[in-house]
């Protein structure tokens, strides 16, 4: 097996913040990410996307160290499992960069097999149901609704907002009145500190009748009994994002949320993130998918995961302005399989990019 990787940069079609972050034109207009290679003797090729992110102390440069450990003749196409179980043994561990190499596995092995990933894996994909949310970074009330009344405009019918600033409240007032009737989902990013500060902005965003759940209102590290006590009072279901890595959370989410969003590079890649959204089911918690700034590499791996879950927030890709690659799509804010060439794998296909390292793959 050869292993190839090679960083870019996905441009931001507006200035990105979060909580956290510098708003009000502040935020990040570049994220760069890794995208790898896997290709046997036989010439089977599999392709994958790390998007390492300084929300969990990884960026590129922590992925190419992980790449550079992996002993590329451990892999295997033929043998997933021993593949998988090598992968988690490279330390110290990046989650993004495993990612990268679980989806390359997964795309060569279900190439192979003549069958997409989502098949490969033993589930279906269907066609017309999945809507996923688009995302709002801060930014000035006008800037705000600027976004939502262009994204409304462009069809999608659910937004996702981030949150965790002072301006917040006048924030989502612009916002609703620029997309009135539109459902929008609230994203604090760990941003209110105490239980009861959380209940407070909380309770009001109830009261404007138009949000849909909380995400990650508190950071990981409080307590249980802090969780519980907000889970126990909170009008909105509360949506654990830090809070949920892996599998190995969902007990301590079953207590402190009412749903869990996975993403792939928090996981490890679509192995581990099938096992973490079947767990936090089997535990009865509402599930969601959710990504970073990715291109559509990533965006569609996750994608073929689509039919486990409640909930969608696949727009990393929607977010900016040189994706490299074509994978699902999203019409009106559906996500779909429906039209695009390639039926194999994880169904993407490259489609230029300067001095790659890949082949582009060959719709079949």
């Not at 992996?70 to 989650?95: E, G, H, K, M, T």
């Not at 969902?250 to 590079?265: E, I, M, Q, T, Y």
């Not at 970073?292 to 927030?313: G, P, Q, W």
Request: hydrophobic share 40%; charged share 20%; net charge negative.
């Amino acid at each position: 097996m050869r292993l190839t990787h090679q960083s870019f940069d996905l441009r931001l079609r507006d200035p990105w913040a979060i909580s956290g972050t510098s708003a009000s034109g502040g935020g990040k207009r570049i994220h760069p990410v890794v995208f790898v290679q896997l290709e046997d003797a036989q010439g089977r090729r599999g392709i994958g996307e790390a998007s390492p992110s300084s929300q969990y102390q990884e960026d590129v440069h922590s992925v190419s160290r992980y790449l550079a450990r992996v002993d590329a003749s451990r892999l295997s196409f033929d043998a997933l499992a021993d593949s998988s179980a090598y992968l988690d043994s490279i330390q110290p561990f990046s989650p993004p960069a495993r990612c990268a190499l679980d989806l390359a596995l997964l795309d060569g092995a279900a190439r192979s097999a003549g069958v997409p990933v989502y098949e490969f894996l033993g589930l279906g994909f269907s066609e017309g149901r999945h809507v996923t949310s688009f995302s709002l970074g801060i930014d000035t009330p006008e800037v705000m609704a600027r976004k939502a009344a262009a994204a409304v405009a462009a069809g999608m019918g659910l937004l996702k907002v981030k949150v965790g600033v002072p301006g917040d409240r006048e924030n989502l007032s612009a916002l609703m009145t620029a997309a009135p009737g539109v459902p929008i989902r609230v994203d604090a990013n760990a941003a209110w500190s105490d239980r009861e500060m959380a209940l407070r902005h909380i309770e009001w965003l109830a009261s404007t009748g138009r949000v849909e759940f909380v995400e990650q209102p508190m950071p990981p590290s409080l307590p249980d009994a802090d969780w519980i006590w907000l889970k126990e009072r909170s009008p909105l279901p509360l949506i654990g994002d830090e809070l949920y890595q892996t599998a190995d959370d969902a007990p301590r989410c079953a207590r402190c949320v009412h749903g869990v969003n996975v993403k792939l590079v928090k996981t490890g890649g679509l192995t581990p993130a099938l096992r973490a959204l079947r767990t936090a089911r089997e535990l009865g918690l509402k599930t969601m998918l959710g990504c970073m700034i990715e291109s559509s590499l990533l965006i569609t791996a996750a994608a073929h995961l689509a039919d486990l879950t409640d909930y969608l927030d696949l727009d990393g890709n929607l977010l900016i302005s040189n994706d490299p690659f074509i994978g699902v799509q999203c019409v009106g804010g559906r996500l779909g399989f429906d039209g695009v060439p390639d039926r194999y794998g994880l169904r993407v296909t490259h489609c230029g990019l300067d001095g790659s390292v890949f082949q582009a793959n060959v719709p079949t």
